[in-house]
C-alpha cells in the first residue's frame, strides 16, 4: 500500500505547488479607493508611478497618465517619461508601460534629465490622434524655461512622438486685456527698480514676455461638448493663468486666450463641466508644500470666471492643506449622474517615486463644488 500513498504525497505536492503559484501571481482586486493607503499597488503590486496625472477615458476603459518619478533627491527630474495605466473600473490599474519616453538625444529638448510635469492626453475626433500636453523645464535649467509642450500618437498608450515645446503666444495679447490695461502694465514696466511680482496682475509679465512668448507651467488640458479643446496653464511667473483655445487638431494654440484671476497665483489648476457651467479648482503657490485650495465658475472657457473659495470643509487642518494635498485632475465619472472625482497628489519631494494620491468625490452645494474627507469610498456615493 506505500506505492498509492507515495502518490497521494506527490499529488498533493502537486497540488499545493500549482495553487502557492496561482496565489503568488493573483492580483488583489480593489472595490474602493483608499485615501488612507500610502501605496496603490498596479497589477504587479508596484505602487503606480503616474504623478500629477490626468485621465482619459477610451471605449469602457480609463487611462491614467502621469509623471515618471523615479526615487532620491533627483527623482523629479524626468529620466524615463510618462507612465500610462489602464483600469474598468478606476480602482483595478495595469500597468501599460510608458507612453513618453525621454530621448536619449542630447540635442533634444526632450532629453533625459528634463523636467516633464502634468501630463494630460486628449482625443481629437477629426484626426483621430492622441494629443498629450505637458509642462516641460529643459535640463539643468530649473524651472526658468516654462514651456508647454505637445506630442501626438495613433494609440493611446503610445508610442508618443513628440513635436515640440515653446512659450505661448508670442507678439498676441490676449483677448481680456484692453488697450488701457496695456498702456498702464507698460508704463509700470517701464518704471525702474519695480518689483513685477507686485505688479503681476496689472499685467508687467505679459509685456515683459510679449515677444519671446508667455510663460507656461502648471498646466491642464479641457474639451468642451462641442470638441473645442482648451490648454489652462500657470503663466506670468505663476501669478496668473491664462486659458488658451487649442487649434482645431489640438496640436497647437489659437490666439485667442485670456487672463484669468490676475495676479491670484493660482497653480495646479483642473477644470470640469456641470449642468452647463465650468469649474476649476486649483492650489496657491508653494511649490511642493500643500495650502488651501480655490475654485472658480465661469459660464463659458473665455468668459469671466468669478473665485468660489476654498472647496474643502473639513478639520482647519484639512482646510489649510487640501487634506495634504495639490490638485491635479477631475474625473468625470462615466455611468452616473453629475460623478466628479478630485484627483490630488501628496508629493514627496526628497523621495519623489513614493508621491501618494488621495481621490475625493466631489459635492455640490448651491451650485459650489465640495471636497470633504472620505478615507475610503466607492462609486456607489454618486448612487445617493
Ligand atoms: C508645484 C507644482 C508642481 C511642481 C512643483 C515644483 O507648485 O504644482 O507641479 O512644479 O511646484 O516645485
Known amino acids: 500500500?506505500?506505492?498509492?500513498?507515495?502518490?497521494?504525497?506527490?499529488?498533493?505536492?502537486?497540488?499545493?505547488?500549482?495553487?502557492?503559484?496561482?496565489?503568488?501571481?493573483?492580483?488583489?482586486?480593489?472595490?474602493?479607493?483608499?485615501?488612507?493607503?500610502?501605496?496603490?499597488?498596479?497589477?504587479?503590486?508596484?505602487?503606480?508611478?503616474?504623478?500629477?496625472?490626468?485621465?482619459?477615458?477610451?471605449?469602457n476603459r480609463y487611462y491614467w497618465f502621469g509623471e515618471h518619478k523615479s526615487s532620491g533627491q533627483n527623482g523629479n527630474k524626468a529620466f524615463t517619461g510618462v507612465h500610462v495605466y489602464s483600469s474598468p473600473d478606476l480602482y483595478n490599474w495595469n500597468d501599460e508601460g510608458i507612453a513618453l519616453e525621454m530621448l536619449t538625444d542630447v540635442d533634444s529638448k526632450l532629453q533625459k534629465g528634463a523636467i516633464v510635469e502634468r501630463p494630460k492626453?486628449?482625443?481629437?475626433?477629426?484626426?483621430?490622434?492622441?494629443?498629450?500636453?505637458?509642462?516641460?523645464?529643459?535640463?539643468?535649467?530649473?524651472?526658468?524655461?516654462?514651456?508647454?509642450?505637445?506630442?501626438?500618437?495613433?494609440?493611446?498608450?503610445g508610442p508618443y512622438t513628440y513635436l515640440d515645446s515653446f512659450r505661448i503666444h508670442p507678439g498676441v495679447w490676449p483677448l481680456n486685456f484692453t488697450k488701457e490695461q496695456r498702456e498702464k502694465a507698460e508704463k509700470l514696466f517701464n518704471q525702474q527698480e519695480i518689483n513685477l511680482n507686485d505688479y503681476a496682475a496689472e499685467g508687467v509679465f505679459l509685456i515683459r514676455d510679449f515677444n519671446e512668448g508667455q510663460m507656461s507651467r502648471d498646466m491642464t488640458l479641457f474639451v468642451d461638448d462641442d470638441g473645442t479643446a482648451y490648454h489652462i496653464t500657470a503663466s506670468e511667473n505663476n501669478r496668473t493663468l491664462l486659458i488658451s483655445k487649442l487649434a482645431d487638431d489640438y496640436l497647437s494654440l489659437t490666439n485667442d486666450y485670456i487672463r484669468v484671476f490676475p495676479g491670484g497665483k493660482n497653480e495646479a489648476p483642473a477644470v470640469f463641466k456641470r449642468k452647463g457651467k465650468y469649474y476649476m479648482i486649483t492650489s496657491g503657490l508653494t511649490g511642493w508644500n500643500p495650502n488651501p485650495a480655490r475654485s472658480g465658475v465661469s459660464d463659458s472657457m473665455l468668459g469671466a470666471w468669478k473665485s468660489l473659495g476654498n472647496p474643502v470643509q473639513g478639520t482647519q487642518e484639512q482646510e489649510k492643506t487640501t487634506f495634504h494635498s495639490q490638485s491635479t485632475f477631475i474625473i468625470p465619472v462615466a455611468g452616473y449622474d453629475d460623478a466628479y472625482i478630485f484627483m490630488a497628489d501628496r508629493w514627496k519631494p526628497k523621495n519623489a517615486i513614493e508621491g501618494e494620491y488621495i481621490w475625493l468625490p466631489i459635492e455640490f452645494e448651491d451650485g459650489i463644488p465640495i471636497l470633504k474627507w472620505y478615507a475610503q469610498w466607492d462609486l456607489s456615493f454618486f448612487e445617493k
Open 121 to 157: 492626453v486628449i482625443y481629437n475626433n477629426n484626426t483621430g490622434k492622441y494629443v498629450m500636453w505637458f509642462h516641460h523645464e529643459l535640463k539643468d535649467q530649473g524651472y526658468s524655461a516654462a514651456l508647454t509642450g505637445v506630442a501626438v500618437a495613433d494609440n493611446v498608450t
Open 1 to 59: 500500500m506505500t506505492f498509492p500513498i507515495r502518490i497521494s504525497i506527490t499529488f498533493l505536492y502537486l497540488v499545493y505547488l500549482v495553487y502557492a503559484g496561482i496565489t503568488a501571481f493573483a492580483q488583489e482586486t480593489y472595490h474602493e479607493f483608499d485615501n488612507e493607503n500610502p501605496i496603490w499597488s498596479d497589477n504587479e503590486g508596484i505602487h503606480i508611478n503616474a504623478h500629477g496625472g490626468g485621465i482619459l477615458r477610451v471605449k
